[in-house]
């Protein structure tokens, strides 16, 4: 494999350029080269919206909408395009699980579905539902509600300390923390299922009751907290909620949903068809090729888009509250797919020799080659304002293509493999994520089937708006098919 020596910063959507112009100019003849040879495949697609592919409708939806895992797409996008392809019964896989949408959706149109998820937190959503979708009894029921109305917390006379991290220490008001510490205290005389939900409604409102709100790439400080990290404006989040009219509305929703389906054992009815969901924890690099060949029906997936977004920092409040100490923290950031700043490059034919094909199929791609020589000499001269762009943006692409691989050999030949991604721009140079991806899947057994693209495309940042002009950025539902 070429050397990792990509460096790159979305927050250098705000790159003055100093490359010369002809490079970007064959960049974008190149891209448009490419896109005129996908013409028959890139469909403007007007039922997909915005909030289809993203977290927005789950708002609404039982279940769904406990917690707001904000890079989720929605459970009404995964039953639209299992029916728009007449993919009817089988084993769905999602390799970047995340909160699990795709997973239950799937498993409750009568699929069996399974899930890998690095990041603890999208683990603690996907087990927790597992767990009450097993079935709660009317007395497990009966405590939940009494939780909700009761504010049982109150009385307790006992604290459990509430962890932290270094980038997470001053994140609530000090009530804040005292109700925390005397919930956890009082939980622990529930059963484990109730215990288990319980704690559950906790990681659900910690942004609602600290001083911080998730932001892309970290967590911004509201001014009201003894820590303000970003720039010299204050930023204010609006209304911090108590501890306990935060908790009480979260039991509140979760009991309804509950005992809304008319069931005390369950979520669902025991007539209704219902596949299962299981979950591999950990990196998908690492677990994907551990998986059997041939053998699942559907992929449908979300990866980490290539935008500099660091889950490890959005997350940092849950996670902490899960146990994970510094060390890990580290860990987990650079088991990630590459798409901040901060991932180191990985060996990936010393991880698995199998993945030349792939690895190939990136060095030989003409178009990314001249993006990564394009932000290459960006940054040997000076003016990226973060030297990881490059890198990142590297290993963005020679991961995914050994994440392609891999799907095209678990997957049952015929089957979809069926993506939601975005497209990116930096240094004023619009990098075309879905054609460059489509292009490598198809030197690795797939057929590019449908580029779906959002009738609204996506802006870029202010300030490469302000270097580079106004220019719109494709989201895309790609569909390929195995071969």
């Known amino acids: 494999m070429a050397k990792n020596a990509l460096e790159t910063d979305n ?13 970007r100019d064959e960049i974008e003849a190149i891209s448009a080269k490419i896109e005129n040879r996908y013409n028959g495949h890139i469909k ?24 707001k895992f904000k890079e989720a797409f929605s459970a009404d996008l995964i039953e639209y395009l299992l029916e728009r392809y007449g993919i009817n019964e089988g084993v769905l896989l999602d390799p970047f699980a995340g909160s699990g949408t795709a997973l239950f959706a799937s498993c409750n149109m009568g699929f069996s579905a399974e899930g890998i998820e690095l990041l603890p937190i999208g683990q603690t959503i996907i087990e927790t539902r597992n767990f009450i979708d097993e079935g709660l ?17 109150c009385k307790s006379k006992g604290r459990n ?3 932290e991290l270094r980038i997470t220490k001053g994140a609530y008001p000090k009530e804040t923390v005292a109700s925390m510490e005397k919930f956890l205290f009082s939980i622990d005389k529930e059963t484990p299922k109730v215990v288990s939900v ?19 790439q970290y967590l911004r400080w509201d001014h009201r907290a003894e820590r303000r990290l970003q720039g010299n404006i204050p930023f204010n989040k609006g209304e911090i909620m108590s501890f306990d009219d935060a908790m009480s509305k979260k039991l509140k929703d979760i009991v309804e949903d509950l005992a809304g389906d008319g069931q005390s054992i369950g979520l669902f009815s025991k007539s ?19 998986l059997p060949a041939a053998h699942f029906d559907c992929v449908i997936t979300s990866p980490p888009y290539c935008n500099r977004y660091d889950y490890t920092r959005t997350y940092a409040l849950e996670l902490a509250l899960l146990g994970v100490d510094e060390k890990l923290l580290s860990e987990l950031r650079q088991d990630m797919l590459s798409c901040t700043v901060e991932n180191r490059g990985k060996d990936l034919l010393v991880m698995n020799p199998d993945w030349e094909s792939a690895i190939n199929a990136a060095n030989q791609h003409e178009l990314l080659q001249l993006v990564l020589t394009y932000l290459n000499g960006q940054k040997e001269s000076g003016v990226l304002n973060n030297n990881g762009i490059t890198r990142m943006v590297r290993g963005y692409f020679y991961e995914m293509a050994c994440i392609i691989y891999e799907c095209s050999r678990v997957l049952k030949r015929g089957a979809l493999l069926i993506m939601v991604n975005d497209n990116v721009r930096y240094a004023g140079a619009s990098i075309p994520v879905d054609l460059i991806l489509s292009d490598i899947a ?6 590019v089937e449908k580029i779906l693209v959002l009738p609204k495309g996506k802006g870029n940042s202010s300030q490469q708006m302000g270097e580079h002009g106004r220019d719109s950025l494709r989201k895309c539902v790609y569909v390929w098919r195995k071969m």
Do not use: M
């Not at 927050?11 to 490079?23: G, K, M």
């Open 198 to 216: 319980l704690f559950f409604a906790l990681l659900c409102i910690l942004e609602e009751i600290s001083f911080t709100r998730k932001d892309g």
């Open 442 to 447: 198809s030197e690795l057994d797939f057929s």
């Open 272 to 290: 209704f068809k219902r596949g299962g969901v299981k979950l591999h924890a950990g990196s998908c690099l690492k677990i994907l090729p551990q």
């Open 44 to 67: 403007t697609e007007f039922a997909l919206s915005r909030g289809l592919v993203s977290f927005q409708v789950n708002k609404s939806r039982a279940v769904y909408r406990w917690y």
């Open 137 to 153: 009894t009317q007395d497990e029921l009966n405590a939940l509600e009494k939780w909700a109305n009761s504010a049982l917390w």
């Open 11 to 23: 927050r250098a959507q705000d790159i003055i350029e100093v490359a010369p112009i002809s490079l």
């Open 161 to 163: 300390l509430i962890p």
